[in-house]
């Protein structure tokens, strides 16, 4: 009973979920990638680091539209919240990375955007202290081949892992799979909350993706969106 409580609290009151926005992304990448896809009604995103249904998401408006996607998170909470309001999705608590296994994670509360499978990241984040915890973890591959046996076309690939977003990018086949657009975040080692954008042309992470026929197409603060020539 007191979970239901919490699942209401985080959805209904916090999120004033009766108050529909225009924008639910933390710096509007949603809008964005509305519009990129207006004429599309139909869709299919993954969402790596889901965090919450509604609060900083980058995919519920295209959830609104009629779309679909697959969600990932490490925090149990988060999973429940989005099995509870997001029926056509699949949301699965697992964390992502480019092999399988177990790992540990780095958190404050069961619920918090900056959860994280990256010990230094975590330090950075959470300079008061932190919980650890163990959770399952294993590639895009796996899971695309265990639900789709690879047969989906992927319009967005969205990745917000505190940290861990090269590894997430390693672990599918984007050869095969080959996303729309993918919204990553990248951050300046040196300085994480640099936004002077220079930072992120010597990245290992631009430098992947230019690789593999990604242009930059938006970018705010340390969020960008990538577009597949």
Same mark, same amino acid.
């Given at each position: 009973?007191?979970?239901?409580?919490?699942?209401?609290?985080?959805?209904?009151?916090?999120?004033?979920?009766?108050?529909?926005?225009?924008?639910?992304?933390?710096?509007?990448?949603?809008?964005?990638?509305?519009?990129?896809?207006?004429?599309?009604?139909?869709?299919?995103?993954?969402?790596?680091?889901?965090?919450?249904?509604?609060?900083?998401?980058?995919?519920?408006?295209?959830? $609104?539209? =009629?779309?679909?996607?697959?969600?990932?998170? %490490?925090?149990?909470?988060?999973?429940? +919240?989005? !099995? /509870?309001?997001? *029926?056509?999705?699949?949301?699965?608590?697992?964390?992502?990375?480019?092999?399988?296994?177990?790992?540990?994670?780095?958190?404050?509360?069961?619920?918090?955007?900056?959860?994280?499978?990256?010990?230094?990241?975590?330090?950075?984040?959470? $300079?008061? =202290?932190?919980?650890?915890?163990?959770?399952? %973890?294993?590639?895009?591959?796996?899971? +695309?081949? !265990? /639900?789709?046996? *690879?047969?989906?076309?992927?319009?967005?690939?969205?990745?917000?892992?505190?940290?861990?977003?090269?590894?997430?990018?390693?672990?599918?086949?984007?050869?095969?799979?080959?996303?729309?657009?993918?919204?990553?975040?990248?951050?300046?080692?040196?300085?994480?909350?640099?936004?002077?954008?220079?930072?992120?042309?010597?990245?290992?992470?631009?430098?992947?993706?230019?690789?593999?026929?990604?242009?930059?197409?938006?970018?705010?603060?340390?969020?960008?969106?990538?577009?597949?020539?």
């Amino acid at each position: 009973m007191f979970e239901i409580l919490q699942i209401y609290y985080y959805l209904f009151y916090r999120t004033k979920i009766f108050y529909p926005k225009k924008s639910y992304s933390l710096f509007g990448e949603d809008t964005f990638i509305i519009n990129y896809f207006k004429n599309k009604s139909r869709g299919f995103y993954i969402d790596v680091g889901c965090y919450h249904p509604l609060e900083g998401s980058n995919t519920h408006l295209l959830y $609104k539209k =009629g779309w679909r996607g697959i969600n990932f998170d %490490i925090s149990d909470f988060s999973i429940k +919240l989005f !099995k /509870f309001l997001r *029926k056509r999705d699949i949301s699965i608590r697992s964390g992502i990375s480019n092999y399988s296994g177990k790992k540990q994670y780095y958190f404050r509360k069961k619920i918090n955007m900056l959860n994280t499978l990256n010990e230094n990241i975590g330090k950075i984040h959470f $300079k008061n =202290g932190y919980n650890t915890d163990v959770v399952n %973890i294993n590639t895009l591959d796996f899971f +695309l081949e !265990k /639900f789709f046996k *690879k047969n989906i076309e992927i319009d967005l690939l969205k990745i917000d892992v505190e940290g861990e977003e090269l590894n997430v990018l390693k672990s599918i086949d984007l050869k095969h799979f080959k996303p729309q657009l993918i919204s990553i975040e990248i951050h300046n080692k040196e300085n994480m909350f640099d936004d002077s954008y220079e930072y992120y042309k010597n990245d290992e992470i631009y430098i992947f993706l230019q690789k593999l026929n990604y242009d930059l197409i938006w970018k705010n603060q340390y969020s960008f969106i990538f577009d597949r020539k």
